[in-house]
């Protein structure tokens, strides 16, 4: 079993930077592909980014590219996501996500997630 728990959600001005946490616990945590994504109110839960624990690859929708960057801390079994740049749209509740690497692709659906936080929400006014 794996729990997850975000911090650092806020409200920020477009143009701001967040720094979003994600704290892991429960089973090795160097085995896991750690998945972000984002919950717009009346939206689907959509897919930002995912590290891969063991080697820290990373991949990012095209929304966020060069902007958001996913980071990972071993020793504090935590993943970061920096978001730099935030725009009005990103407003969302941000969700960690893991489960075990399965093969060489990345998990990028909800449903290929076992573990999730409880999210954060980050709010970016105009």
């Known amino acids: 079993q794996v729990q997850l728990v975000e911090s650092g959600g806020g409200l920020v001005q477009a143009g701001g930077s967040l720094r979003l946490s994600c704290a892991a616990s429960?089973?090795?945590?160097?085995?896991?592909?750690m998945g972000w994504f984002r919950q717009a109110p009346g939206k689907e839960r959509e897919f930002v980014g995912v590290i891969r624990i063991s080697n820290s690859y990373t991949y990012y929708v095209d929304s966020v590219k060069g902007r958001f960057t996913i980071s990972r801390d071993n020793a504090k079994n935590a993943v970061y996501l920096q978001m730099n740049s935030l725009k009005p749209e990103d407003t969302a509740v941000y969700y960690c996500?893991?489960?075990?690497?399965?093969?060489?692709?990345?998990?990028?659906?909800?449903?290929?997630?076992?573990?999730w936080g409880q999210g954060t929400q980050v709010t970016v006014s105009s």
């Open positions: 429960g089973r090795t945590f160097s085995s896991y592909d």
């Open positions: 996500a893991a489960d075990d690497v399965l093969g060489w692709s990345f998990k990028t659906k909800p449903t290929e997630y076992r573990y």
